[in-house]
């Protein structure tokens, strides 16, 4: 097991966060200590550092957070952003290693963040419906039989409220799942999104404020089980990075496929571009490991193994400092 001052799946935690000041290519990883055999989300929320040659360098044991730590990504101005959307805690870690106070973002189960070029900070709700995860703990939204609304909040650069989209999100197979995975256009008109095995890839204009046509829609069935939609990314050219659960389909901005990457293992659920747009990091949640990619040559070329595999299913999210 890597990660600093922790234990192998199963053993005694020693809580001690030793996370350091960011620097140019440090790598990030979401992997909650799970710890609670009635909810299998449930543990000590945790994000590990990789210096860019993936030795690790320190852990941040989170506040606020009671569940799986998700979807880590990096502002503009380089805090890093993650997510409990259980205990609807938004989670921000300062540039030198130190989590920030706490804000309120509102009662609400956000799940992932993208940046507009105003400095605009748009939350996306992970959670919708009425069906709760039915192993562990997820309340419902007060004054409501929801656990969420599946909506996009945009705030202001000082993180006022702005507007909440009335946006779509796909049919969700566990019944709970909203907006999962999201990614802002290089463009910045709009956001790529999508409901985790919802066979859909979104698209909203936050500009004009609606719905545009889906990037890409899958038929589903028994021909695409374990070739859902798992994870969005975009290169700076406009390809998307389209994770589907064992491999990486590059879609181009028409929702044409260019080419697919096969990964190591199914579980994939999780992908991040690195500054250098050559490589790809994706993570997955059942065996542990993140992937870094070569998208030029098509094939894993670095990897990290956390120990955490199925069924302490908890890496859920990377993100790489670009400085």
């Not at 805090?79 to 989670?91: G, K």
């Not at 039989?145 to 049919?171: C, H, Q």
């Not at 990619?293 to 670009?322: H, N």
Request: hydrophobic residues 35%; contains cysteine; aromatic residues 10%.
């Amino acid at each position: 097991m890597i990660g600093g001052d922790d234990k192998a799946a199963g053993e005694p935690m020693t809580k001690t966060s030793t996370m350091k000041p960011f620097a140019p290519g440090d790598i990030f990883l979401g992997c909650t200590y799970l710890d609670d055999p009635n909810d299998d989300h449930a543990g000590e929320g945790r994000i590990l550092q990789f210096d860019r040659d993936l030795v690790p360098k320190g852990t941040l044991y989170t506040e606020g957070t009671t569940h799986l730590v998700i979807n880590l990504s990096f502002a503009p101005d380089g805090t890093l952003w993650a997510f409990d959307p259980f205990a609807r805690a938004v989670v921000r870690v300062g540039r030198d290693g130190c989590q920030l106070p706490a804000r309120d973002f509102g009662d609400r189960a956000w799940g992932s963040a993208v940046f507009g070029r105003d400095g605009s900070v748009f939350l996306c709700e992970y959670l919708k419906g009425s069906r709760p995860y039915q192993r562990g703990a997820m309340r419902l939204l007060e004054g409501t039989d929801v656990v969420g609304y599946g909506r996009i909040r945009r705030l202001a650069p000082d993180f006022s409220v702005m507007t909440e989209f009335d946006n779509e999100t796909a049919p969700s197979l566990t019944g709970f799942h909203g907006v999962t995975h999201s990614a802002m256009h290089p463009g910045g008109g709009f956001i790529a999104y999508m409901t985790d095995l919802g066979m859909r890839v979104l698209r909203f204009d936050v500009v004009a404020g609606r719905q545009m046509p889906d990037l890409v829609t899958y038929p589903g069935g028994d021909d695409y089980v374990r070739r859902w939609t798992t994870g969005v990314a975009y290169l700076t050219d406009g390809t998307l990075l389209l994770l589907r659960g064992s491999f990486i389909d590059l879609i181009d901005e028409s929702g044409r496929s260019l080419r697919t990457i096969p990964l190591d293992e199914y579980g994939y659920a999780m992908i991040r571009t690195c500054r250098d747009e050559r490589y790809a990091l994706t993570t997955n949640i059942f065996t542990g490991v993140m992937s870094k990619v070569d998208l030029a040559e098509g094939r894993i070329v670095r990897q990290i193994d956390t120990g955490f595999a199925k069924p302490f299913r908890s890496l859920a999210g990377v993100a790489e400092f670009f400085g």
